[in-house]
């Protein structure tokens, strides 16, 4: 375990790494940054060799991402926009972790930027934050759990202008309109499900969709009634 002295200076020294880069550079060359990319090269190879997933999850939450904490908040706190590989890896592992709220600090910072992921993650920062969120939440509905739909609404406003395929977008807007269900607004339900239908006919929401249009169209008779009263 890290010495309150080690995790001060490996903040303060973060911040300053992340200060003196250029926007849109590199930190390449910054010795806490290249310690922390050797770190994490070890990491990955710890994980490699587990095969579990479940093991991997648990070995990421419990042993791993506590390592880089002070790391993040002093790359964030000081960063001008230069490309990290340690924060967009840790961004991905926080949310394989569950911790949302720790992702989407990172996520506001790396995709005003316009940060990428490395090379092994193989597509877009705004893609693959877009669906891991809205494959997050829709395992938690699925589970008969709820997900925090300020979150997910956030990243969906994050990632609006970013060109994704219309099948990761549709799984935003499905799972924000089974969130809005939830929480008793079949309006915005019926609103985010017919818009996934419009980006992805495969979107698995065909039934919802008349569900919720028969509860409207009863909910709309009744109060019709109960207005001639």
Request: proline fraction near 3%; charged fraction near 25%; charge should be neutral.
């Amino acid at each position: 375990m890290k010495s309150p002295a080690q995790r001060h200076y490996e903040r303060v020294s973060a911040e300053q790494a992340a200060a003196s880069a250029a926007p849109g550079g590199s930190l390449a060359g910054a010795s806490v940054y290249e310690l922390m990319l050797a770190k994490l090269a070890s990491d990955r190879r710890r994980l490699k060799s587990i095969q579990s997933i479940e093991r991997k999850i648990e070995v990421k939450r419990a042993e791993l991402l506590p390592e880089y904490v002070d790391y993040v908040a002093g790359a964030l706190a000081g960063g001008r926009g230069a490309q990290d590989d340690v924060l967009t890896t840790v961004m991905i592992w926080r949310v394989d972790a569950g911790d949302f709220a720790g992702a989407l600090d990172i996520a506001r910072y790396a995709l005003a930027h316009r940060m990428t992921l490395p090379d092994q993650y193989d597509r877009p920062l705004a893609t693959a934050k877009a669906e891991e969120f809205a494959d997050a939440a829709l395992a938690e509905i699925r589970k008969g759990a709820t997900f925090d739909g300020a979150q997910l609404d956030e990243i969906a406003q994050l990632t609006a202008s970013a060109d994704m395929h219309d099948q990761v977008r549709a799984k935003l807007h499905k799972a924000l309109g089974y969130i809005a269900e939830q929480g008793g607004d079949g309006k915005a339900a019926l609103e985010h499900l017919c818009r996934a239908l419009e980006l992805d006919p495969r979107a698995g929401v065909k039934q919802d969709i008349a569900r919720l249009e028969k509860a409207g169209n009863a909910t709309g008779a009744v109060n019709t009634a109960a207005g001639r009263t």
